[in-house]
Nanobody
Framework: QVHVVESGGGLVQPGGSLRLSCAAS????????INWFRQAPGKEREGVSC????????WYADSVQGRFTISGDNAKNTVYLQMNSLKPEDTAVYYC??????????????WGQGTQVTVSS
């Protein structure tokens, strides 16, 4: 059964860093692209980043471009989202989700339970 589990969220001060992990089971990172989404209170869910299994190509939302880096470790079957220079507006629940394809379409398949990221002084 396809399953993803997020971890690594927490409270961080503005300008700080966090690394989120998305551990995959029931499939390998060769099978699906992996997306990160986030949802802040009172806002719609938005796509943050994606890494394709086909060629490792990546996509970032304009709001995180240059600050966030997505990567995959096939040996650990885990995708990471390194978040640097965090801003209060990055506060949200972050979700990992498989894509429905091996390239990035932003169409989610299986979702994780989410991990809270709070950026505040």
């Amino acid at each position: 059964q396809v399953h993803v589990v997020e971890s690594g969220g927490g409270l961080v001060q503005p300008g700080g860093s966090l690394r989120l992990s998305c551990a995959a089971s029931g499939f390998t990172l060769d099978d699906y692209a992996i997306n990160w989404f986030r949802q802040a209170p009172g806002k719609e869910r938005e796509g943050v980043s994606c890494i394709a299994s086909s060629d490792g190509s990546t996509w970032y939302a304009d709001s995180v471009q240059g600050r966030f880096t997505i990567s995959g470790d096939n040996a650990k079957n885990t995708v990471y989202l390194q978040m640097n220079s965090l801003k209060p507006e990055d506060t949200a629940v972050y979700y990992c989700a498989t894509d429905q394809h091996y390239y990035c379409t932003g169409e989610p398949g299986s979702w994780g339970q989410g991990t809270q990221v709070t950026v505040s002084s």
